[in-house]
């Protein structure tokens, strides 16, 4: 089964108004990626992984409260890191042919 994965982001799930074309970059990847799972299906596996926030250098100016907030609305009440990110976006990738979890979901 070819499989095939992309980096999206909560943003385009929730908005941001920090950086609508950002989020709406996001967004239309997100909905490609549904798009191709269901016209692909089950020839070819589809997924996109979207992270919460990411402490990284481009939010290293926001100010305190800001990040405090955004680390308060992830499920687990913590700061990724860019490092956190790799490898996991290759779970989908390289998941077994018999694994029948839902396709098409973020």
């Known amino acids: 089964m070819a499989r095939s994965c ?3 982001s909560i943003a385009g ?3 941001s108004g920090s950086s609508i074309p950002y ?5 239309g990847l997100i909905n490609l990626r549904h ?3 269901r016209t692909l299906a089950p020839e070819i596996r ?3 992984v979207a992270p919460g926030f990411v402490d990284s250098p481009w939010n290293k100016d926001w100010p ?3 990040k405090a907030a955004s680390i308060e609305r992830a499920p687990l009440k913590r700061a990724c890191k860019p490092e956190n990110n790799c490898g996991g976006d290759l779970l989908p ?3 077994r042919h018999d694994d029948h979890r839902p396709e098409g979901a973020v």
């Open 6 to 8: 992309n980096t999206a």
């Open 64 to 66: 305190a409260e800001r």
């Open 23 to 27: 989020a709406t970059r996001k967004a």
């Open 35 to 37: 798009s191709l799972a």
């Open 13 to 15: 799930v929730q908005g």
């Open 93 to 95: 990738v390289r998941r």
């Open 46 to 48: 589809v997924n996109a």
